[in-house]
């Protein structure tokens, strides 16, 4: 069975960095565009960050531009995004998100195009 697993959420101050990682087991990365979201208690969970099977990144440029980055080790198998300048507004579960292949500019920011999930990481940025 094909699983997505997230690691390295926690606790920062105010304008400290954290570095989430994600991998998909018996698969690939590479092979996939992976998606961050994110989901603050009572909003619905949002487009963070993506980047897909041909290495081409997309952001959510009003909340995340400049600050966070996301990216992808194919020798570690693990997609990455690290998070600086973090603010108490950051606070949230992140998720990570696959779809085997390419997508399109409007597909790669919605939830539905996703095939796989994983459970998600707290985040939490105290002021």
């Known amino acids: 069975q094909v699983h997505v697993v997230e690691s390295g959420g926690g606790s920062v101050q105010a304008g400290g960095s954290l570095r989430l990682s994600c991998t998909i087991s018996?698969?690939?990365?590479?092979?996939?565009?992976m998606g961050w979201f994110r989901q603050a208690p009572g909003s619905e969970r949002q487009f963070v960050a993506a980047i897909s099977s041909s290495a081409g990144t997309t952001y959510d440029q009003d909340s995340v531009k400049g600050r966070f980055t996301i990216s992808r080790d194919n020798a570690e198998n693990t997609v990455y995004l690290q998070m600086g300048g973090l603010k108490p507004e950051d606070t949230a579960v992140y998720y990570c998100?696959?779809?085997?292949?390419?997508?399109?500019?409007?597909?790669?920011?919605?939830?539905?195009?996703?095939?796989?999930w994983g459970r998600g990481s707290q985040v939490t940025v105290s002021s």
């Open positions: 998100a696959a779809k085997w292949g390419l997508m399109s500019n409007q597909l790669i920011r919605r939830e539905s195009a996703y095939q796989l």
């Open positions: 018996g698969r690939t990365v590479n092979d996939y565009t």
